[in-house]
């Protein structure tokens, strides 16, 4: 009984280390995200959330794109800036089995090596005054 449960605890300690990612332990898979506009109060979706200016919102790092809807025009849909982290893809590579391989297609597939810009700021004005062409500024901020 007692090898039994070693067995079961050896292989729980072998799935672990295998199943190991860099990005998705360190930085996890969702940001967190201020989303401003002038003016304030426009509605917007992005990813499963959805609120109103200023709203802070927790999204998947996956999502690409944000959609705003200010009252009396037609929605925009602007892309969400973001960034690959290549220290996290160096670190995969260097510190998980198999050359990478397993940390890879974990932060591969759950988009962990993307960083979202930790604030949007949609300038409807700007948007109303060139149909067709989504204006927006995208304010850089550091994250908390």
């Not at 067995?7 to 898979?29: D, E, H, K, V, Y």
């Not at 609120?51 to 998947?60: E, F, H, N």
Request: proline share 6%; aromatic share 10%; hydrophobic share 45%.
């Amino acid at each position: 009984m007692v090898a039994f449960r070693l067995s079961r605890c050896s292989w729980l300690l072998a799935a672990t280390l295998c199943l190991q990612s860099c990005a998705a332990m360190f930085t996890g898979t969702k940001s967190t995200i201020l989303v401003d506009s002038d003016p304030r109060g426009i509605a917007f979706t992005v990813g499963d959330a959805s609120g109103v200016t200023p709203q802070t919102v927790k999204v998947s790092k996956k999502v690409k794109e944000i959609t705003f809807a200010p009252e009396g025009s037609a929605p925009v849909t602007q892309p969400l800036p973001r960034r690959f982290q290549v220290g996290m893809l160096v670190l995969d590579i260097l510190f998980t089995p198999g050359y990478g391989l397993s940390g890879c297609l974990i932060d591969g597939t759950t988009a962990a090596w993307f960083k979202h810009d930790a604030t949007f700021f949609f300038n409807a004005a700007g948007a109303e005054s060139e149909p067709g062409a989504a204006s927006s500024e995208v304010v850089a901020a550091a994250a908390p």
